[in-house]
């Protein structure tokens, strides 16, 4: 039975940003699902390429994301602390500071990226941290979308549901890369996927997409007989040969060092969980020295630069869900495929 994505399987492909580009989500659709190109970290040129070759690449449904964040005001002495922070690592890594980058590494939803949307016309937009304005969101909903964004909670799922979302990923705290909280920083509100998924169902009438730690067939199917609509998996495509995921994320994920992530603040200023490294460890991993998201990242470029040329992990964001050790190393057909074998006939 067709998804209400418009897709034949009631698969999404998470998108993540900084281990993928259109061929991911080109691969996904064409197997199926709904493969997701994540936009935030892209210029409004580097969006319009991509999204040139994603709708070249594929005729079947496929969906685009932006971040919704509040920009930080600038913060010279925050990121000077942080840093002072990092100064014994940078000095380990022979890091010179002067190399670290100034301004905001990833935007939020603006009217160039409404434009490329009526442009391009995508089947779906999803969003992070909550819903643009009013009037960027009717823009993006006249191109005949369909807008869905992630809820930690079920205050934020009502939130999104009375501000306009046609569905809702209920985001459990298993899940790899950034939490989608925007209503509370409190991270004891949030739940696991197994908690958050009925009780979300229960409160909204719109579709649920379960997220977080589902990696395998048996996952999916799990999620479905909570209650959710479709699902949403982002970790389990990391080892596909159609991501961008570099070799040394590859090679964590293919050891016994996927099995232990945490949520950390160290990497970008905003919880995201990944495999645990010497960076988290050293600094804690809610450093209270990391400025505002997403000024914690400039420090962190030349460091993690420096590190993965001598081929290590330690100053990396190896972003990554509980079911990280559960990867495959194969196609994004055949991943979209096997996952495919949970869904409900």
Known sequence: ????????????????????DWRLAAAVSEAGGLGSLPAGMLSAAQLEEQLGALAQATRRPWGVNFFCHSA????????ARWASALGPLYQTYDVNPADIPTGPSRKPFDADAASLIEQFRPAVVSFHYGLPAEGLLEQVKACGA??????????EALWLQHHGADAIIAQGLEAGGHRGHFLSDDLTRQQGTLALVPQVREAVTVPV????????????SAAFSLGADAVQVG?????????????????WLQSDRARHTA??????GRPARGMVNR??????????????????????????????????????PLWAGQSASLCREESAAVITRWLANGCPT
Do not use: W
């Not at 039975?1 to 993928?20: E, K, N, R």
């Not at 930080?72 to 990121?79: A, L, S, T, Y």
């Not at 970790?235 to 090679?251: D, G, I, M, Q």
């Open 1 to 20: 039975m067709p998804c209400f994505t418009g897709t034949h399987l009631p698969l999404i492909q998470a998108p993540m940003a900084g281990v993928q």
């Open 72 to 79: 930080p005001d600038n913060d010279p002495q925050g990121e």
């Open 146 to 155: 369909q807008v869905i964004s992630s809820a930690t909670t079920v205050e």
């Open 209 to 220: 997409i379960a997220a977080g730690g589902i990696a395998t067939p048996q996952g999916v």
């Open 235 to 251: 970790t389990a495509y990391l080892l596909c040969p159609e991501a961008t995921t570099k070799p040394v994320h590859r090679a």
């Open 263 to 268: 949520l950390t603040t160290a990497f970008s």
């Open 279 to 316: 960076l988290m460890e050293e600094l804690g991993h809610f450093p209270p020295q990391a400025p505002a998201f997403p000024l914690a990242g400039n420090a962190i470029g030349p460091l993690r630069a420096a590190t993965e040329a001598a081929g290590s992990g330690d100053c990396s």
